[in-house]
């Protein structure tokens, strides 16, 4: 596993926890240099096993170059809570962060469309079997990559607790200090206007637990 320089008792090494948090978010960060340019685009992502899936548009080039073996640097993360201390110095933010490095390996022709299948059910359960099947062209101009989850190439920080006291501040409760929970919710499922007259799928009422 990478090592910490600063902060090390945040960090964490049980593979389980990281495996919680690539599974409890849709959204990273893929970072890598092309052209001799920092390069970096927030994605979707669907985790598998021991390697992540990522995909994107054949014609982006910088995701070519990922694809081709430059090595390039996944990070996720998830806000869990504003911690208010007595002071401004103190106050900070409970979360949880993982970065996973390594060479992106380009998926063949033929597992492609499953691994896009794969990719879909891991954000949207339930929806391929309610919707048509990718076409050739679709699948051509798709491009699906995996990310390998190897020992020694992650790395992950969690932040929990109570916010820091100062030490002039530790007799002192005239300062209310806290947590604010940070949470994400699914609001109800709004329809498109060509769809208005269709009821909302199995699909997406699991999802919004209206299932």
Avoid: C
Avoid at 103 to 111: D, K, N, T, V
Avoid at 180 to 188: A, E, G, N, Q, S
Avoid at 196 to 204: A, T
Wanted: aromatic share 6%.
């Amino acid at each position: 596993m990478d090592r910490l320089n600063r902060l090390k008792e945040y960090g964490v090494s049980d593979r389980a926890v990281l495996d919680d948090l690539l599974d409890s978010q849709w959204f990273g960060v893929l970072s890598t240099v092309a052209d001799g340019q920092p390069w970096a685009v927030p994605m979707l992502y669907a985790r598998d096993g021991d390697r992540v899936l990522l995909h994107g548009s054949t014609g982006a080039g910088a995701l070519r170059a990922v694809a081709a073996g430059s090595p390039a640097v996944l990070t996720v993360t998830a806000l869990d809570a504003l911690a208010v201390a007595p002071t401004t110095f103190e106050s900070s933010v409970n979360y949880r962060s993982a970065t996973v490095r390594g060479r992106l390996e380009e998926l063949s022709a033929a597992e492609r469309a499953a691994a896009l299948d794969l990719f879909s059910e891991v954000i949207l359960p339930g929806r391929t079997a309610e919707v048509r099947a990718s076409t050739r062209k679709e699948l051509a101009a798709s491009l699906a990559v995996a990310l390998p989850i190897v020992d020694g190439s992650w790395l992950l920080k969690a932040s929990a607790g109570w916010p820091a006291t100062p030490e002039e501040a530790e007799s002192d409760d005239d300062v209310w200090s806290g947590l604010v929970p940070v949470r994400t919710v699914l609001d109800p499922p709004l329809a498109a206007p060509w769809s208005e007259h269709l009821p909302v799928p199995p699909s997406v009422r699991r999802l919004t637990g209206d299932a």
